[in-house]
């Protein structure tokens, strides 16, 4: 491949203005950008996070759009200009809810992102997540720093609540709210004591009104996040334990009574999904893939791209998978024989532009032009305008140009960026 001329230049230029961000907060269980979601509402439509912005496909991921970050960020309060998305979700009734110096939140499919009010407001917001059964019921984690609490919304997000559900000196490292039964919700935390106290899991049946405290038994250096609560066994949950050299993953069975270590040590853990099938997948960006069948007990490794998100649209068996456009040659994948094989159905160089709407339109018009720049995509002579950008309608692959390698790099280094403020 060859070097695009003067690429050091508009890289370094370009994640200046794209991935300035300020002191990341925990989010969820990975810090990472990288997500995917789908639509409860629309069965064709693909959410795809990524570290420049939000994509949006409306044909199973045939053709891409996409948000702009800055846009996510800022179109309602110009001071947020230069934070960043931690990570996005996606409430019951196919709002979106992006984590950045605070909560935004869209109702037009990522056109408009106002600000979420109340009691998140001008405050940090460590972790959030909307009830998967109820649209309008989101609870949100809110750090200071000396306490941190769980706060509640009830209109999808748009505004928190100020009475606060739970209150704790130390430091709330992630919540999740229940599938198979209503009023579930499990949080966890760990000590910022010296020397280190308890990290432990949170265990409310009643909407957060009361609590119950389980201490967690891990070494004391290690962070306790949620991956996940079996959507069909609300006693049954997923834990994933940061800290050293490589991450673990602990789960119990029974609400907290016990624990069991599921995975001792997983280097560069980022992904988890706990299929449709109930078979459970941990994937990482070193290029393996931990697999569970359902039914089975223990885990086995298994060679894969390497992995930065994986998801399943609920009611069918395809697994999709981010993956890392320069080590595997694409961006977002799928596999329909349980992760054994992966196969690419997207690459970043395939995004048409931003989304159609006027506000995006308007507001990504300058971002757009830095990523077709920095991808190496060229407008057709005329035809296109605003709402174009890739070369043909197909989309296709730039891999033999030097557009890719330029792009390669620019998310490696916008990453390790990120990754080190985290």
Sequence with gaps: MTHHQGFPSRLLALAAIAFTATNARANGAFP????????????????LGANFGLLVS????????????PWIVSSSNA??????VSFYQVTADDA????????T?????????????????????????????????VLAIVVTTTASYIVGSHDGGTTFDAPHLYDTTDLLTGVEIARSKPGVIYATSRSTSTPRGPARLLLSTTYGA????????????????????????????????SGGVSD??????????????????????????????????????TGKLYVQPAGVIGFTAQDAPHLRCLGQRPGTSRIYACADLFLDGYSLGYSDDHGATFHGTMSFTQILGPLSCPSVQANCAAHWGRIQQVLGIKLPDA????????????GGSHCGTGGVEAWSIWLVVAFTVRRRRR
């Excluded at 979106?96 to 909560?103: I, M, N």
């Excluded at 405290?213 to 006693?235: H, N, Q, V």
């Excluded at 035809?383 to 197909?394: H, L, V």
Aim: one cysteine or more; charged letters at 15%; aromatic letters at 10%.
């Design 32 to 47: 990472d950008e990288f997500s995917v979601h789908f639509s409860p509402k629309a069965p064709h439509r693909i959410y």
């Design 58 to 69: 409306e044909d199973d991921g045939l053709t891409w759009r996409y948000s702009c970050e």
């Design 79 to 84: 001071a947020l200009a230069y934070a960043s």
């Design 96 to 103: 979106l809810l992006a984590d950045s110096v605070t909560v």
């Design 105 to 137: 939140r869209s109702s037009d499919v990522a056109c408009t992102w106002p600000v979420s009010t109340g009691s998140v407001a001008g405050s940090t917001v460590a972790d959030f997540f909307p009830d998967p059964n109820d649209a309008s019921f």
């Design 210 to 241: 009361q609590w119950t405290a389980m201490t967690l038994p891990i070494p004391s250096g290690a962070e306790p996040r949620i991956l996940a609560i079996d959507p069909a066994d609300e006693k049954r949950v997923y834990l994933r334990l």
């Design 248 to 285: 673990a993953m602990m789960m119990t069975v029974d609400g907290g009574q016990t624990f069991q270590m599921a995975i001792p040590a997983i280097a560069q853990f980022s992904s988890f999904l706990r299929a449709g099938d109930g078979a459970v997948y941990a994937g990482t960006r």
């Design 383 to 394: 035809g296109q305008g605003t709402n174009g950008g890739a070369p043909g309608s197909s």
